[in-house]
């Protein structure tokens, strides 16, 4: 297939400082790498970004595409059996961020915009790298099981 292309503006190739402004590496998936979403109003908040540098899930083969989605199915199963959200909501957003990911974002009843679409970074709940290296691995150990 040759050698992966990389966007050296896009956080989610770089993998630098922008990336670690917002996301804490989780683990490497088949079709992408997975990061705990830094704002944590939404407990369980996840990112699992394509490991190609695409825009649109149309510039996937029909393959790829399945693959992430199974993906995707995977991530949302281990963020059932960890954080026993009420729903998850999946947001792909990117209008100035070309890179192909997903938000999957626990929603609770009674909890922080129930009812409503998640807002993307409100800044509200940071934790320290401790409590999201203990998150990333409680995911780890659940996508081992799902």
């Not at 649109?56 to 399945?66: G, P, Q, V, W």
């Not at 059996?81 to 999946?90: C, E, G, L, M, S």
């Not at 626990?106 to 940071?126: D, H, L, Q, R, V």
Request: charged share 30%.
């Amino acid at each position: 297939m040759g050698e992966m292309v990389k966007d050296p503006n896009c956080a989610y190739c770089v993998e630098g400082e922008l990336l670690a402004k917002f996301g804490y590496p989780c683990c490497e998936m088949k079709t992408g790498k997975l990061y705990v979403f830094k704002e944590q109003s939404k407990r369980g908040r996840v990112i699992l970004a394509h490991k190609k540098h695409v825009s649109e899930l149309i510039e996937l083969t029909d393959e790829e595409r399945n693959d992430y989605f199974a993906d995707v199915a995977k991530v949302a199963r281990a963020i059932h059996k960890v954080f026993n959200p009420d729903k998850v909501n999946y947001g792909a957003y990117g209008d100035t961020g070309h890179h192909l990911h997903f938000h999957i974002v626990p929603k609770y009843k009674g909890g922080e915009e129930w009812g409503s679409t998640f807002e993307m970074n409100s800044g509200k709940t940071i934790l320290t790298d401790a409590e999201y290296e203990e998150m990333a691995e409680a995911i780890r150990q659940a996508l081992k099981e799902v």
